[in-house]
């Protein structure tokens, strides 16, 4: 292997690991994703945790289902045992394979094996930064995988291996080849995987299912948020299975469309997907599910899944189940669901629905680990370089509602009606008092989730014009049908002390801006940086960038001079990119 110049390489530290990046963007690295690290390795903390519990919970039920006790105490509970428990790949095997007296003869051997270190696959690793991280700040965690199939990639990741010492080298090991192949041909050997690409994970699920363990971890970042917020519906049915809608929600929905598409990449396999998180932040998608084997439990994928009706003139939503299940004799019965759950016209504005989906409308966290997570990330604050950002989002996420899918926004109720929007806390104190339940969401800071049906949501806006006149506006407008009916629930207005969540009551930070301009996606690893990159990185690191290749790279960097730099441009060119600038600033 060549000697390293460092003189060519930028040293970058995050947490614990420190990476060389070479300055001709060979491999890519995003300093945004640091919240995507940092939120992993907190995720990934409460994992080696929770897998321990269960682990001592599956062996204290087995010595007392043999009569023995176990030496030392076992007896922790499970917080999650009772649902995931059942269905854990060592239990299922040992309960199918041997008979009560096989059982019986052999109950010290299988259980007095140590629960191994968990095996983490990064499949898509670019700089190994986040391997590195895993390794070095994840206590009990075991041998980190980290592959690519672009040689540039495991060239920088094997010297960012050798960079960081001893305790990299002999914990994380990474090899040039297709994730795709590897997991394929390693079926249920990782106890975590974890999903980075840059674009849509699509073409990894099915492989990265196979690839889990039983009540394994998968994490799955999407960044094609685009396609997954419905600018491109056909694209994103191709790639998910799942047809988008612009809504309000629409983010909360990619989160959706995701969840969905990875359970019906399990379901193929028997498996099926538990989430304990799933977060938009910045620009992406980032899920964390576990992953179980269980025929039997597969078949309430239908109940898990909805369709949306949301009508082009008033945005109202309604979700329709795909299936439902019916109790017969000692057994349950699965069939299609009833529908459908909306007429032809909007109820509200008389106006045509579009459909999409289906989704996934069973809760998309686990309360008892966002709780766990976050209590973890407050006793380990100097550990998360991102921790303010992290652990306002988990604080929001704590209180957001489980079982209500999807969400209102609050100015665009007042939109449709062009009147005033009232603030969020009469809003939510008029639903409360109407006996709901309503909360915050982490997608958006002005989307209100509650279950209360849209009829009464439209009745507190019809309440609150009252006291709020609007302009007359055209009798086929959406907003003067909804206006033109009476309202059957007379709304209260007065302040309802459940109308805040304890975060807004304590005054602790929610939603925190970005720390510094131009956060958000970076160029891909291998493209050229030019001036029309300014959008992305700024003019400052476009002019730095294309001014250190003219000094380092003499007749090339004076081509990509030519080519870039912002103050040499012709002047039409120079006046538009000067107002992108000024318009980004």
Request: charged letters at 25%; hydrophobic letters at 35%.
């Amino acid at each position: 292997m060549e000697t390293t110049d460092l003189n060519d390489y930028t040293v970058i530290k995050e947490g614990e690991a420190e990476i060389l990046m070479h300055k001709k963007n060979k491999v890519f690295f995003n300093k945004a994703q640091v919240n995507n690290r940092d939120m992993s390795i907190a995720v990934l903390r409460a994992f080696i945790s929770k897998r321990k519990q269960e682990h001592e919970a599956m062996l204290s039920k087995r010595a007392r289902s043999s009569g023995k006790v176990v030496e030392k105490d076992v007896s922790a509970p499970s917080e999650n045992g009772e649902d995931n428990g059942k269905t854990n790949g060592e239990e299922h095997e040992a309960s199918s394979k041997d008979g009560p007296k096989e059982a019986a003869k052999t109950t010290y051997e299988p259980v007095r094996r140590e629960l191994k270190p968990p095996r983490v696959l990064e499949a898509l690793s670019a700089s190994g930064l986040r391997a590195l991280r895993y390794a070095r700040e994840v206590e009990g965690i075991g041998q980190v995988v980290a592959l690519d199939n672009d040689p540039a990639s495991v060239e920088a990741c094997q010297r960012n291996i050798k960079f960081n010492g001893l305790m990299s080298t002999s914990k994380v090991e990474s090899h040039l080849t297709d994730a795709r192949v590897h997991m394929l041909t390693n079926p249920k050997e990782y106890d975590v995987v974890d999903l980075d690409p840059y674009g849509a994970p699509s073409v990894f699920l099915d492989s990265a299912v196979q690839s889990v363990a039983d009540g394994g971890l998968l994490m799955c970042t999407a960044t094609d948020m685009a396609v997954l917020c419905g600018a491109n519906g056909e694209v994103c049915y191709s790639k998910y299975g799942s047809y988008p809608l612009k809504g309000k929600y629409c983010h909360e929905m990619a989160l959706r469309i995701l969840l969905a598409s990875i359970e019906s990449h399990a379901n193929r396999y028997k498996r099926y997907i538990v989430p304990v998180l799933s977060v938009q932040i910045d620009f992406y998608a980032r899920v964390f599910v576990r992953v179980y084997t269980s025929a039997s439990a597969m078949k309430n994928t239908p109940l898990k899944l909805s369709y949306v009706y949301q009508c082009i003139g008033c945005d109202s939503f309604h979700l329709q189940s795909v299936g439902r299940s019916l109790p017969k004799h000692n057994s349950v019965r699965y069939q299609a669901g009833l529908g459908p759950v909306v007429p032809q016209d909007c109820t509200h504005c008389g106006k045509k629905y579009s459909m999409g989906g289906p989704i996934w409308s069973a809760p998309m966290h686990d309360q008892e680990w966002v709780t766990s997570i976050l209590n973890g990330v407050k006793s380990m604050k100097d550990r998360y370089p991102a921790y303010d950002k992290i652990c306002s989002m988990l604080t929001t996420i704590s209180e957001e509602l489980p079982d209500v899918p999807l969400f209102l926004s609050l100015h665009n109720l007042a939109a449709t009606l062009k009147c005033t929007s009232p603030s969020a806390a009469m809003f939510r104190s008029a639903v409360v008092n109407a006996k709901y339940r309503v909360s915050g969401t982490h997608v958006n800071p002005l989307g209100i989730k509650t279950d209360a049906p849209m009829e009464i949501i439209w009745d507190i806006m019809r309440c609150w014009v009252k006291n709020h006149p609007v302009k007359a506006q055209s009798p086929d407008h959406p907003g003067s049908v909804i206006l033109s009916k009476e309202p059957s629930h007379q709304a209260d207005f007065s302040r309802h002390v459940g109308s805040l969540s304890k975060a807004q009551v304590k005054k602790v930070a929610r939603f925190l801006p970005n720390p510094e301009k131009h956060w958000g996606p970076k160029v891909r690893a291998g493209r050229q940086i030019t001036s029309k990159h300014v959008s992305l990185i700024g003019h400052e690191a476009v002019n730095s960038h294309l001014n250190g290749h003219k000094e380092a790279g003499g007749e090339e960097g004076e081509e990509e001079e030519k080519e870039g730099n912002i103050e040499d441009e012709p002047d039409m060119k120079r006046q538009k990119i000067t107002e992108v600038i000024a318009s980004s600033s």
